[in-house]
């Protein structure tokens, strides 16, 4: 069984489903003021992330580390209904982008975009450290048949 991330076409898709994901929430006006102007940067850093995430490589921890990911979403206050449309704007973008469409690879992603959209939230209104969630590296997403270590 391939790892999510080799399914899903490897470093070039994910950033083109990251592009287009990213595109779309800076012109949303529920998320755009999440994001502000959008930084050049953050496609990469979104793309960093979900490869390694997928299995892919671990560029993410190595280039930025988790306590960065905590650090920028602290403070953001994320509303649940931001939260559920940060989820509809990504699997919206799974289409966009001509991801694979297959079930078990769909159901993997939303199941990644809903435990990191609850985390991210979390953390946005976390006041102290003790109130953040445990999470505190990138974690390995894996679907039926892919077991495979980090």
């Given at each position: 069984?391939?790892?999510?991330?080799?399914?899903?076409?490897?470093?070039?898709?994910?950033h083109?489903?990251?592009?287009?994901?990213?595109d779309?929430?800076l012109?949303?006006?529920?998320?755009?003021p999440l994001?502000?102007?959008?930084?050049?940067?953050?496609?990469?850093?979104?793309?960093?992330?979900?490869?390694?995430?997928?299995?892919g490589?671990?560029?993410?921890?190595?280039e930025?580390?988790?306590?960065?990911?905590?650090?920028?979403?602290?403070?953001?206050?994320i509303?649940?209904?931001?939260?559920?449309?940060?989820?509809?704007?990504?699997?919206?973008?799974?289409?966009?982008?001509?991801?694979?469409?297959?079930?078990?690879?769909?159901?993997?992603?939303?199941?990644?975009?809903?435990?990191?959209?609850?985390?991210?939230?979390?953390?946005?209104?976390?006041?102290?450290?003790?109130?953040?969630?445990?999470?505190?590296?990138?974690?390995?997403?894996?679907?039926?048949?892919?077991?495979?270590?980090?």
């Open positions: 069984m391939p790892s999510l991330f080799e399914h899903a076409g490897g470093e070039q898709a994910l083109r489903l990251e592009q287009v994901f990213y779309s929430v012109a949303d006006p529920l998320l755009q994001f502000g102007a959008g930084r050049p940067e953050h496609v990469d850093h979104l793309t960093a992330f979900t490869a390694e995430s997928f299995g490589p671990d560029r993410f921890s190595r930025l580390g988790f306590a960065h990911l905590i650090e920028v979403h602290r403070g953001l206050r509303t649940e209904e931001q939260r559920q449309r940060f989820v509809e704007l990504y699997e919206r973008a799974l289409d966009a982008a001509g991801m694979p469409t297959d079930a078990p690879f769909r159901e993997a992603v939303r199941g990644h975009v809903e435990f990191g959209t609850h985390v991210a939230r979390q953390n946005s209104h976390a006041t102290s450290d003790a109130e953040l969630h445990p999470l505190r590296e990138v974690p390995r997403w894996t679907w039926a048949g892919d077991d495979a270590p980090p």
